[in-house]
T-cell receptor, first 117, second 114 residues
Framework: GAVVSQHPSWVICKSGTSVKIECRSL??????MFWYRQFPKQSLMLMAT?????????EQGVEKDKFLINHASLTLSTLTVTSAHPEDSSFYIC?????????????FGNGTRLTVT | AQSVTQLGSHVSVSEGALVLLRCNYS??????LFWYVQYPNQGLQLLLK??????LVKGINGFEAEFKKSETSFHLTKPSAHMSDAAEYFC????????????FGQGTTLQVKP
């Protein structure tokens, strides 16, 4: 149980185009999902908290107009990287809680490797 | 504010040897502490967590960690390393009541030599 699926697992796009990454909770409802970014050989940095039916909460320094997050249902959150540039190339990982309680652990998707050429 | 420091970005052990990955934290409130493992090009898998109660926590794959408040540490250990343990390990801290906002350490790459 508690499976989080991300799609695509990798994507290559040209500079200036937009890319959408999906994060789905397959066997549970997730009122809250989280998006992280990981640069090569580095740790994960929280980008934003995605709440079903409301606007995402972005961490300081994250451009909300560039990284559009939509959480339209209890099982799906999407991250759209708009007008992507090479510096946006990174590993993006989503996570979700299995229960509505804020103390429940997170389960992570397998990540999306984005390469912008 | 909270932060995590993992001592040693790279640890190498022989198969069958003790694994010790070090993690120290800083937190102005009682912390929740986690260890995650990441295999190449994959997401993170929870190994174990400490919230409250018993300070020695056991996780999956034979790993365990001990919360030592006096030392602000949460080191990860395994008595005998397997080749399959080779991966990246992350220590993380969060506040009670907000486990979604994880603050991660820099990560430690564990190499297991035959």
């Amino acid at each position: 149980g508690a499976v989080v699926s991300q799609h695509p697992s990798w994507v290559i796009c040209k500079s200036g185009t937009s890319v959408k990454i999906e994060c789905r909770s397959l066997d549970f409802q997730a009122t809250t999902m989280f998006w992280y970014r990981q640069f090569p050989k580095q740790s994960l940095m929280l980008m934003a908290t995605s709440n079903e039916g409301s606007k995402a909460t972005y961490e300081q320094g994250v451009e909300k107009d560039k990284f559009l997050i939509n959480h339209a249902s209890l099982t799906l959150s999407t991250l759209t990287v708009t007008s992507a540039h090479p510096e946006d190339s990174s590993f993006y990982i989503c996570s979700a809680r299995t229960r509505t309680g804020t103390d429940s652990p997170l389960h992570f998707g397998n990540g999306t490797r984005l390469t912008v050429t | 504010a909270q932060s995590v420091t993992q001592l040693g970005s790279h640890v190498s052990v022989s198969e069958g040897a003790l694994v010790l990955l070090r993690c120290n934290y800083s937190s102005s409130v009682p912390p929740y502490l986690f260890w995650y493992v990441q295999y190449p090009n994959q997401g993170l898998q929870l190994l174990l967590k400490y919230t409250t109660g018993a300070t020695l926590v056991k996780g999956i794959n034979g790993f365990e960690a001990e919360f030592k408040k006096s030392e602000t540490s949460f080191h990860l250990t395994k008595p005998s390393a397997h080749m399959s343990d080779a991966a990246e390990y992350f220590c993380a801290v969060s506040r009670a009541g907000n486990t979604g906002k994880l603050i991660f350490g820099q990560g430690t790459t564990l190499q297991v030599k035959p």
